[in-house]
């Protein structure tokens, strides 16, 4: 009976799934299943994945019809409750690859701190392994909450995780957006009571550089509004105005940084229907956060005013001419 199914979506990977499979087969720890979902590759993918199943029996390799990654990742879920006896769950994406005490570490981590989630830090490379320092090894146990707010990255991150199956009993990714991520993490970590980290990056998360200079900004990556919005209605259903206050931060934030991108990317009328868009959205937020109480005018000065010019100069004028009145009045 295998204890951990590490589950991978698969497409078009042909460069990189050898190097991804081989590092968990070279676990320490040797009782797991792996699950391949070829995602319709046109690419040699499907037939690596094939080679390895044949050559290992706990490599077992499923072929679909392109449907995208959330879809991929669903039937992961679903044949590890149809088909496997493993008590653990752990995405790893094709691309990327594991420090070989990855599943050993965290599987004990989690069953000596009664968790049913072990999170481990992950390293952004474009080919070398992680470099890991011996004290970040030792496990931290967190409020999951605490930990979403103080390293949300990694607390989103859907890899890099090991989770109870329990956890997934009731979730699943969105099959029609593609920041599933955003969507499912929070979910399956604020029921929890702790939870433990190591530190340590056990995990690699490969950058393709080729990749990433040929990839333009498209209006596409405002689809993670949908994830923010259902965000900050579950923390005000639950009462948690402080994680309320924390999402709208990061909704800006985001809304901020595509917009940045957006005017820098070549016009066309989609592109321009595009940032107008986020104008409108960044001026929503600004005054949302004001309602939430958590816009500060000093932090937040240049974005009120970039979107806000007038009212911004007003509030600024008779701020300055209210302090010169209480100076006079206290000379």
């Given at each position: 009976m295998?204890?951990?199914?590490?589950?991978?979506?698969?497409?078009?990977?042909?460069?990189?799934?050898?190097?991804?499979l081989?590092?968990i087969?070279?676990?320490?720890?040797?009782?797991?299943?792996?699950?391949?979902?070829?995602?319709?590759?046109?690419?040699?993918?499907?037939?690596?994945?094939?080679?390895y199943?044949?050559?290992?029996?706990?490599v077992?390799?499923?072929?679909?019809?392109?449907?995208?990654?959330?879809?991929?990742?669903?039937?992961?879920?679903?044949w590890?409750?149809?088909?496997?006896d493993?008590?653990?769950?752990?995405?790893?994406?094709?691309?990327?690859?594991?420090?070989?005490?990855?599943?050993?570490?965290?599987?004990r981590?989690?069953?000596?701190?009664?968790?049913?989630?072990?999170?481990?830090?992950?390293?952004?490379?474009?080919?070398?392994?992680?470099?890991?320092?011996?004290?970040?090894?030792?496990p931290?146990?967190?409020?999951?909450?605490?930990?979403?707010?103080?390293?949300?990255?990694?607390?989103?991150?859907?890899?890099?995780?090991?989770?109870?199956k329990?956890?997934?009993?009731?979730?699943?990714h969105?099959?029609?957006?593609?920041?599933?991520?955003?969507?499912?993490?929070?979910?399956?970590?604020?029921?929890?009571?702790?939870?433990?980290v190591?530190?340590?990056?056990?995990?690699?998360y490969?950058?393709n550089?080729?990749?990433?200079?040929?990839?333009?900004?498209?209006?596409?990556?405002?689809?993670?509004?949908?994830?923010?919005?259902?965000?900050?209605?579950?923390?005000?259903?639950?009462?948690?105005?402080?994680?309320?206050s924390?999402?709208?931060?990061?909704?800006?934030e985001?809304?901020?940084?595509?917009?940045?991108?957006?005017?820098?990317?070549?016009?066309?009328?989609?592109?321009?229907?595009?940032?107008?868009?986020?104008?409108?959205?960044?001026?929503?937020?600004?005054?949302?956060?004001?309602?939430?109480?958590?816009?500060?005018?000093?932090?937040?000065?240049?974005?009120?005013?970039?979107?806000?010019?007038?009212?911004?100069?007003?509030?600024r004028?008779?701020r300055?001419?209210?302090?010169?009145?209480?100076?006079?009045?206290?000379?």
């Open positions: 295998a204890q951990i199914s590490v589950m991978m979506a698969a497409y078009n990977a042909e460069n990189y799934i050898r190097r991804a081989d590092s087969l070279a676990q320490t720890f040797r009782d797991f299943d792996i699950i391949v979902v070829d995602d319709g590759s046109k690419d040699a993918t499907g037939a690596i994945a094939d080679e199943a044949a050559r290992d029996s706990r077992h390799v499923l072929h679909q019809p392109n449907s995208g990654v959330c879809v991929t990742r669903n039937n992961c879920i679903d590890t409750y149809r088909c496997s493993s008590q653990w769950i752990l995405f790893a994406d094709s691309d990327d690859w594991m420090h070989p005490e990855m599943l050993e570490r965290m599987l981590a989690a069953q000596e701190n009664n968790v049913h989630i072990c999170a481990c830090g992950y390293q952004e490379t474009t080919g070398a392994d992680p470099v890991i320092d011996p004290k970040d090894l030792e931290q146990i967190w409020e999951p909450m605490a930990f979403y707010q103080a390293n949300y990255v990694n607390a989103i991150m859907t890899c890099c995780k090991l989770y109870h329990s956890c997934y009993e009731h979730v699943r969105p099959v029609d957006n593609y920041f599933d991520d955003e969507f499912v993490s929070y979910k399956m970590l604020y029921p929890e009571k702790k939870m433990v190591i530190p340590a990056p056990l995990y690699a490969f950058i550089t080729e990749g990433l200079t040929k990839r333009a900004w498209s209006p596409k990556l405002l689809d993670a509004w949908v994830a923010y919005e259902e965000q900050i209605a579950f923390f005000r259903e639950k009462g948690e105005e402080e994680l309320v924390f999402r709208l931060r990061g909704y800006l985001n809304a901020m940084v595509n917009y940045q991108a957006a005017c820098q990317t070549p016009d066309s009328p989609e592109i321009a229907a595009a940032r107008k868009r986020i104008r409108k959205k960044i001026r929503e937020l600004i005054r949302r956060m004001r309602r939430q109480g958590c816009l500060s005018y000093r932090f937040d000065f240049d974005t009120i005013l970039e979107f806000y010019p007038v009212r911004t100069r007003l509030y004028f008779v300055e001419k209210t302090e010169g009145f209480r100076r006079k009045e206290n000379a």
